[in-house]
T-cell receptor, first 113, second 110 residues
Framework: DAGVIQSPRHEVTEMGQEVTLRCKPISGHNSLFWYRQTMMRGLELLIYFNNNVPIDDSGMPEDRFSAKMPNASFSTLKIQPSEPRDSAVYFC???????????FGPGTRLTVL | QQPVQSPQAVILREGEDAVINCSSSKALYSVHWYRQKHGEAPIFLMILLKGGEQKGHDKISASFNEKKQQSSLYLTASQLSYSGTYFCGSSNNAGNMLTFGGGTRLMVKP
């Protein structure tokens, strides 16, 4: 079975540009999580969805960040406009609701110049 | 609030043991342990749900002291493959939203 799929794997953009990160969770998983990892702040939960519905977005840093999950097999995290401090590795993880294990995708390394 | 991990880094020789601690200022419902190798995604190791519960597989085990709001990860007879950064994630409810600690970087040398 395929694991969590994220695209792109690397993204380099200029300040002010819109960035869209994509995630395909493991089939059958109905919880999806977006994390951001930096050296300074570690691994931070940004938002999570249950059955395509956002449950908690308290970790989203500011209005420049938005996340959607239009169906059970796809989610996006958008940053508009992007800033250099958004540079980080963004992970998507999925899980069967009620189960213990979160399965992480390979991450997207974002660099904002 | 982020759980606190200690030590921040540890270097071992192959075959030596290590303990990584994770403490929270909030009441804990569960503690999850993950290992992340450089440039890769975190991989789930184990979850502890009950106070005093101890779990393990192979030579990696963990304990959870609910009263003290802390968990410890034990690595015995370390192998080169154990190298990586270990994260604890804490949850204070059954929804299992995790807050991760800052990580402990473990390096095992031959």
């Amino acid at each position: 079975d395929a694991g969590v799929i994220q695209s792109p794997r690397h993204e380099v953009t200029e300040m002010g540009q819109e960035v869209t990160l994509r995630c395909k969770p493991i089939s059958g998983h109905n919880s999806l999580f977006w994390y951001r990892q930096t050296m300074m702040r570690g691994l931070e939960l940004l938002i999570y969805f249950n059955n395509n519905v956002p449950i908690d977005d308290s970790g989203m840093p500011e209005d420049r960040f938005s996340a959607k999950m239009p169906n059970a097999s796809f989610s996006t995290l958008k940053i508009q406009p992007s800033e250099p401090r958004d540079s980080a590795v963004y992970f998507c993880a999925s899980r069967i609701a009620g189960a213990d294990t979160q399965y992480f995708g390979p991450g997207t390394r974002l660099t904002v110049l | 609030q982020q759980p606190v991990q200690s030590p921040q880094a540890v270097i071992l020789r192959e075959g030596e043991d290590a303990v990584i601690n994770c403490s929270s200022s909030k009441a804990l419902y569960s503690v999850h342990w993950y290992r992340q190798k450089h440039g890769e995604a975190p991989i789930f190791l184990m979850i502890l749900l009950k106070g005093g519960e101890q779990k393990g597989h192979d030579k990696i085990s963990a304990s959870f002291n609910e009263k003290k709001q802390q968990s410890s990860l034990y690595l015995t007879a370390s192998q080169l493959s154990y190298s990586g950064t270990y994260f604890c994630g804490s949850s204070n409810n059954a929804g299992n939203m995790l807050t991760f600690g800052g990580g402990t970087r473990l390096m095992v040398k031959p």
